[in-house]
Structures are given as C-alpha cells and as structure tokens.
C-alpha cells in the first residue's frame, strides 16, 4: 500500500542554518504531495503542496520539489528561526480515496537561538 | 472566517465509557475527514465523511463511528473505552472532495481525549 517515510527527529539546529527534512513515498499513481506542520498544542497547519511530478512547493521560506524518479519530498529552508520549531509531517493523498491523507512519522525540529 | 472548530478541547473518561467528539467545519465545506494522532501510530486516518455519506473508512474496529449532519457538521464516537483510545484527535474540512479535487485540507486544533 501506500506510505510515507520521513527521517527520523529531533533535528536539531542553531538559527539561521541551513535545514533539510527528508521524506520518501511509496504509492501507487501519482499522488499529490503535502507538508504539514503542528506547533506545540495544536493541530496541523499545511505548509505546502505539489500535485505533479517536478513542481515545487513554498510558502514562508520553505520549499519542496516533487522528485517522481526519486519518489521524494524533501523539505528544506536556507534559514531557520526559533519560530520554525515544531513538528513537520510529509504527507500524501491517496487517490484511491479522494479525501484521506497517509502521513510520516513527523520529524520534530528545534531551533536554538 | 471561523476555521475548523472542534470540542470539547479536553477530555478525560473512564475505560468502558463512550464518547462523542464534535466538528464544525469550516462555512461552506461539505467534506469532514477525522484522524487519529497518537505518539505510537502517528497519524491514522479513521473516517471521511461528504453531503452526510461516509465515503470512506480507515483501519479501526467498529467501536469508532461518525455521521455527518445536513449542515456539515459531524461527531465520532467511541465506545467501551479502552487505554489505546488516549490521543489527539483530529477534524479537518475541505470545500469539495479533498485534494483531488484541488481544494485544500483545514485541520482543527483537535480533541485531546485521554482514557483512564
């Protein structure tokens, strides 16, 4: 079936470092692809999405490509502040249902001051 | 706008018990989908719900149920609690039929309901 793996956490990070969060997916078709994030105490907020092969996703900095032949989602972002830490989690949508998520593990990230 | 509201926020019950979770969606969206977050599983996908039909369900025994009401709204309940039960608990609404569709998944800041 279909899956999602994310590199395992706490990544942990001095502010302004560069930060990468692995993510790979096994799914059948072409699902679309999501960063979720959830900051202490509440629930998911999504990051960004890419719905085709090779797109590229962003929002606040961070920034995701949709990498078919690698069957990858890797998140990244040049410059993290104390504000980013919290729980990342890659997700896809699983086209056989058209509503429901499959999700990783999450990765939690700590920025240090 | 009002986003996904979920209550109550917290919430304790006894093993054996029931309980019954609430979601408002956000106006205007007919899709309600529930999750499942725990420290062991992670994220788990328990139902979804469109125009009150449940389109589809995840892998959880029949002590799991939900409906979804003429005004989008929807609850879940749980029955004969168990330890397990304990997590967060997740609503999220979409205007159309998820991300198939093109429209955007909003979550609720859930349902903390540990089982003692």
């Known amino acids: 079936g279909n899956s999602v793996t994310q590199m395992e956490g706490p990544v942990t990070l001095s502010e302004e470092a560069f930060l990468t969060i692995n993510c790979t997916y096994t799914?059948?078709?072409?699902?679309?692809l999501f960063w979720y994030v959830q900051y202490p105490g509440e629930g998911l907020q999504l990051l960004l999405k890419?719905?085709?092969?090779?797109d590229k996703g962003s929002n606040k900095g961070f920034e995701a490509t949709y990498r078919k032949e690698t069957t990858s989602f890797h998140l990244e972002k040049g410059s993290v502040q104390v504000s980013d830490s919290a729980v990342y989690f890659c997700a896809l949508s699983d086209r056989g249902s058209s509503y429901k998520l499959i999700f990783g593990s999450g990765t939690r990230l700590l920025v240090r001051p | 706008k009002a986003g996904v509201t979920q209550t109550p926020r917290y919430l304790i019950k006894t093993r054996g018990q029931q309980v019954t979770l609430s979601c408002s969606p956000i106006?205007?969206?007919?899709?309600v989908s529930w999750y499942q977050q725990t420290p062991g599983q992670g994220l788990q996908f328990l139902f979804e719900y469109f125009s009150e039909t449940q389109r589809n369900k995840g892998n959880f025994p029949g002590r799991f149920s939900g409906r979804q009401f003429s005004n989008s709204r929807s609850e879940m309940n749980v029955s004969t609690l168990e330890l397990g039960d304990s997590a967060l608990y997740l609503c999220?609404?979409?205007?159309?039929?998820?991300?198939?569709?093109?429209?955007?998944?909003?979550f609720g800041e859930g349902s903390w309901l540990t089982v003692v």
């Open positions: 106006s205007g969206h007919r899709s």
């Open positions: 890419a719905t085709k092969a090779d």
């Open positions: 799914a059948t078709g072409y699902p679309s």
């Open positions: 999220a609404s979409s205007y159309g039929q998820g991300e198939l569709s093109g429209n955007t998944i909003y």
